[in-house]
Nanobody, 114 residues
Framework: QVQLVESGGGLVQPGGSLKLSCVAS????????MSWYRQAPGKEREAVAH????????NYADSVKGRFTISRDNDKYTVYLQMNNLKPEDTAVYYC???????WGQGTRVTVSS
């Protein structure tokens, strides 16, 4: 079955950086569009970034453009989210997703606070 395992979250000060990882299994990763979403306390889950199967296409939410970078390693069945210049409003649980499918991992918590 489809499994998505996120890691890399933690507590970081404003302006800091984190790199999230998501290891996928149970489907052919190399042909899948992958996404990162996040859900802040009391808010709905929102899309953060998407990446096409060959990494030639990427799309970002306006709130993270210029600060976050999505990438992937198809050999490792892994998608990454490099987050720089983090802000308190980036605090959320981050999830990866096989775009268009309803499978979710447990998420990884990111807290941006001084």
């Amino acid at each position: 079955q489809v499994q998505l395992v996120e890691s890399g979250g933690g507590l970081v000060q404003p302006g800091g950086s984190l790199k999230l990882s998501c290891v996928a299994s149970g489907f052919f990763f190399g042909s899948a569009t992958m996404s990162w979403y996040r859900q802040a306390p009391g808010k709905e889950r929102e899309a953060v970034a998407h990446i096409g199967e060959s990494s030639s296409w990427k799309n970002y939410a306006d709130s993270v453009k210029g600060r976050f970078t999505i990438s992937r390693d198809n050999d490792k069945y892994t998608v990454y989210l490099q987050m720089n210049n983090l802000k308190p409003e980036d605090t959320a649980v981050y999830y990866c997703n096989w775009y268009g499918h309803g499978n979710w991992g447990q998420g990884t918590r990111v807290t941006v606070s001084s």
